[in-house]
């Protein structure tokens, strides 16, 4: 299994637009953060995690030459806003399985109306074929996936175990059960967005605390904004097997 990030920036990306906080203004290609998405890939299967409004970029930059689904964790614009972008996949592949939870279906339904549509649809419309998930385990051709709950604040938010490897997004709590679903993980990606604390992320602090809980063999923090300061100077300070993700970064398990 291979994972691709996709993007490794918060909700504004880096460098934020009008923004000039020296992170925004590095020269090092690791401090330069599109929206957070993952591409997980086995066999000739690839999966993307949330299609955010930089997703047309990202298949551009990796080279991407199809897709088999994609994954949704909230319907939040950062997560969501690419999906007019599915429209190449679909002239390969017709429909393109997407699997989400039912709040997350209604919201891209309103948002994305001419998507949904079954009447008078336009023709260069994109096409996709929603799967609802719960918090069953399912199977991706072969692969087990584990819906794990977590709350960015209030709100809900469906984050994914593919084997081995967890992925987790907009988190700032969660229930003891899911926790349950991390035990044993090779690979903890999850979100770690600044220094000082946040209504309804992780922090840095946070994020080092949750994975010395979890204890995955090794962890790698996303949806990171440049107020956690720059890359090269934050990972001199983490533990041994954590480390910051930055995008473009290829993990091989």
């Known amino acids: 299994m291979k994972i691709t990030f996709l993007g490794t920036g918060t909700s504004q990306g ?19 953060r599109l929206r957070s998405s993952i591409m997980v890939s086995w066999d000739d299967k690839n999966y993307i995690v949330d299609c955010g409004p930089d997703f047309r970029q990202q298949m551009l930059r990796e080279n991407v030459q199809h897709i088999n689904g994609v994954l949704y964790t909230h ?36 948002r994305f109306e001419y998507i949904f ?9 994109p096409k ?3 799967h609802l998930i719960d918090d069953t385990s399912f199977f991706l051709d072969g692969v087990e ?11 809900p938010v469906t984050c994914y175990r593919f084997n081995d490897m967890a992925y987790l997004t907009d988190v700032k709590t969660m229930a003891s059960s899911e926790k349950e679903k991390l035990q044993n993980l090779e690979m903890l990606v999850v979100n770690a967005l600044r220094v000082e604390e946040h209504p309804t992320h992780f922090n840095l602090q946070e994020a080092l605390d949750f994975v010395a809980e979890i204890q995955p063999k090794r962890a790698y923090f996303s949806h990171i904004s440049h107020r956690l300061g720059f890359h090269a100077e934050v990972e001199q300070h983490l533990p041994e097997n954590v480390f910051l993700a930055y995008d473009g970064l290829k993990i091989e398990m």
């Open 128 to 130: 996709v074929m929603p």
């Open 75 to 110: 319907e939040h614009a950062d997560h969501t806003a690419g999906m007019d972008d599915l429209r190449p996949f679909c002239y390969q592949m017709g429909e393109v399985p997407i699997y989400l939870d039912k709040r997350t279906l209604t919201s891209l339904q309103k």
């Open 145 to 155: 996936v584990t819906p794990i709950e977590v709350l960015h604040g209030k709100l």
């Open 14 to 32: 880096i460098p934020m637009i009008a923004n000039n906080h020296p992170v925004c203004l590095s020269d090092d290609e690791k401090d330069k």
């Open 117 to 125: 549509a079954t009447e008078n649809r336009y023709p260069g419309a």
